[in-house]
Each structure stands twice: as C-alpha cells, then as structure tokens.
C-alpha cells in the first residue's frame, strides 16, 4: 500500500500526543535499526519477521507509515493503536475505532459520521486490511526510447493495450503520422519505431520530405525510425550542417499550430518553418 495509515490520539477534536515509551516498545523491535536511544527518529523503517515491511514519519502527535505491507507490520500498527488509545486513519477510508465514545472525539462531523468500531476482539491488522480499499496504483510505465532527432513531444500517449506491430503492452502508443498502404493508422508503439520494426513490417514511414541534403543512412533513420511531425500539410524536416536537425515542438498560432521549431544538432542553431492552412 503506497497510500499513508496514520496513526493519531484525539482529544475534543485535537490531535493531543501519544507516549512516547508506548511508541518505543511497540514499534522498536521491528524498527531498522533500532531505536534511538532517545528520542523518535524523524522517520524510519519497520521490518517484520515476516518479510513486511512501511516507511515511517512524524511525531508522537501523529505517525504516518506509508508502503505499508500485509501482515504483521498491519498488527503493528493496530496494537500500537490499541495501547495508546489511539485512532487509525487510512487514506480516504474511515477512520477506525476502538470504541463507541472515541467518535465525538474526532476533529469534524463527516469523521464522526463515517468511522467504524471495531469490537476489541477483532481489533487487529486484519482488521485494517478489511476496511482499507487500496486506490489503483498508477501503472509504471517504462523509459521512452531516445530519438537523436525528435523530442517526442506531442506524438506519443500513454496506453495499456498491446501493440499492435509487436503484440506487448508497451505502456505508451505513437499518435503522430503513418505512411503507408499497409500501415496502421494508430497503435503503434515508439519502441517499434525505434527499433525500425514497424517499418520493416509495413513497409511504413513516419515522415515524408527531407528538406536538404543529408547521408542515405540520416534519411532512411528520419522516415523510418523517427516519430513524424502532426502537421496540417505534408509535413518538412529541416536540416543543418549536413545532417537532419532535431524536432523540438510545434509552436501555436490563434490556437492552430502553424510554426514547427527545430535545432541544428551540430551547431545548435534554431531552426523553424511556417505551415500556413
């Protein structure tokens, strides 16, 4: 669980602080490290025997953990809640207590109103587990590859669906141009672009005109393994120095884009032309 479980004592709706010595004998024995000798750390890191393990921060008036895992760490935090009369407060779930009367002491009505007590029998992490209802993890979406002449900005998505050149879940899609009688309009990943499988497998280019004169191999890395340029006409890819710049962004105009801005990869001067429509 990435998302905090607090851990605070309320009095007439102010958190007030736990004791320290109950903190210490609790949390001490599964605390990396161990404790201070004095004192509570500004954070620290529990580990259970088996295997759990959060992270901890703040004071005796309120602890947060966070990357909470199942289990014994989840006990932990009940009984420390238990022995210092306190409430536990997942993120966006209510607030659990331990008896009927710890509700008026809570800070505000929609507290009062959502909490729920847990009978001393069944006050445990189990407990936790049944009443916090993790939100989604965002999906951890891998590394773009590097393109040496486009800076990705406005072609690429994110995206949980495969591939539709090479089949995987690729966390990102391409949605700039495709060119090509058997191409894909959409769904191919940046990674097929890169690695110049979509275009040996459709036959696709990405970008149509080359403005200047460059190597055969600069020319073929452009329009076949280099994201293309949205543009409302057919789009140019300007060069400089003998070589293919590098795409930088499309700069707006009264809401249309209508410049697109490039810089010489060899001298780094900018470089932009205008798409009027």
């Known amino acids: 669980m990435s998302y905090p479980i607090h851990v605070l004592k309320f009095r007439d709706g102010e958190p007030v602080p736990m004791k320290e010595a109950v903190i210490r004998e609790v949390l ?23 295997g759990g393990e959060a992270e901890v921060y703040g004071d005796a008036t309120s602890l947060s953990f966070t990357h ?18 306190a409430v536990i407060m ?15 002491h809570l800070p505000d009505d929609d507290m009062r109103a959502h909490a729920v007590v847990v009978p001393h029998a069944g006050w445990s992490g189990r407990a936790i587990e049944q009443v916090v209802r993790p939100l989604p993890e965002p999906p951890q979406r891998p590394v773009l590859p590097r393109f040496a002449y486009h800076s990705l900005v406005g072609v690429v998505a994110p995206a949980d669906e495969p591939c539709v050149c090479c089949g995987q879940v690729r966390g990102w899609v391409y949605t700039g141009p495709v060119f090509g009688a058997e191409a894909p309009d959409a769904g191919i990943c940046p990674y097929c672009i890169a690695f110049g499988k979509a275009a040996a497998r459709y036959g696709a280019t990405f970008n149509d005109v080359i403005d200047g004169d460059v190597p055969d191999e600069v020319a073929r890395g452009i329009l076949e ?11 140019r890819w300007l060069t400089h120095c003998g070589d293919a710049a590098e795409y930088l962004e499309a700069l707006d105009a009264d809401g249309q884009p209508a410049s697109y801005l490039f810089r010489c990869r060899v001298c780094g001067t900018s470089l932009a032309y205008s798409d009027f429509t």
Request: glycine letters at 10%; proline letters at 13%.
């Open 90 to 104: 997942p993120h966006e779930c209510p607030v659990l207590l331990q008896r009927e009367h710890d509700r008026r």
């Open 28 to 50: 001490g024995p599964v605390t990396v490290g161990g404790m201070p000798d004095r004192g509570l750390p500004e954070w620290w890191n529990l580990r259970t025997p088996d």
């Open 68 to 85: 909470v895992s199942s289990g014994l760490v989840l006990d932990a935090l009940a009984e420390l809640a238990r022995r210092a009369g």
């Open 225 to 235: 393994r280099t994201p293309g340029i949205p543009s409302w006409q057919s789009p």
